[in-house]
Structure formats: C-alpha cells, structure tokens
C-alpha cells in the first residue's frame, strides 16, 4: 500500500499512570499534537491487563498502538505489566514507553531486560514534562512506523 492510499487513523494511546497531574500534563501536551491521537488511561497495573485482554469494563477497548507506562503503579507494578506484555504473542509489538520518576539503575536496566521499547525519567519541571511528552509524540508518532493492529 503506498503513503497516498494510506488510510490515517487516530493513534491508540494507552497510558497507565496513577498521578492525575502527569495524566492531565500528558493531554494537555497531545492537545497540539501534530498526528491525530486518543489517550486513554487507566491507574493501575491490573487494570492495564483487563484494558489489553479486554475484560470486563475494557471488553470494547481499541488495542493501543503505544503504551505509556509507568512503573510505581498499585495492584500490579510496571514490570509485572511490561513482563506480560512482552511475553505474550498478540501484544508483544506494541511499543511500550516507560515514563517513570525513577532513575534507579536497577529500574533501567529490568525495564530494558523485559524489552521496554525506551525508558524515560519523567522531570518534575512542568515545562520540561510538556516537552517531553512532544519528543514522545513527535518520535513515535511522527517517525516511527508502529506496527499494524
């Protein structure tokens, strides 16, 4: 299929994120965004396997073409989520961006072991967030080609 009978679709974006200010920082970023997305979000880490295997309340949950995922998450951690996402067959291409506040070496270093596609430290800085969330969206949005659904 060429670029020109490429049919465009908004972009799936699923963030798993328990602060309701870096949720409300992420929109407000992709408000702007240069490529056509829809952000859902979810607050924990169980919740993130219902919305992927669409259970229950995520039964008609569209599957993300991006996942946002923090680390520190109730319930179940980001590396219990990312370890089930990469090892399961029908999830395992969707790129999965850890955006955390840790800067553990450790945190890294199991992130990148479970096949996180990138890992960033999420600043405390209000304007650097929002910047970081544009190079997300401009990189993964822009540039990459994600894999078909």
Known sequence: MTNEMRIVRPIEILMV?????????TQEA???AKVSNTLRVVEDGAAALDFL??????????R?????????LPKKNGREVLEVIKQDAQ???IPVVILTTSQAEEDVLRAYSLHANCYI?????FTQFTKIVRTIEDFWLSIVTLPPK
């Open 17 to 25: 994120e328990d602060n309701p200010g870096d949720v409300r920082l």
């Open 30 to 32: 992709l408000k702007g």
């Open 53 to 62: 295997y669409r259970r229950g309340d995520y039964a008609d949950a569209p």
């Open 64 to 72: 993300p073409d991006l996942i946002l995922l923090d680390l520190n």
């Open 91 to 93: 999830l395992k291409t």
């Open 121 to 125: 430290s999420k600043p405390v800085d």
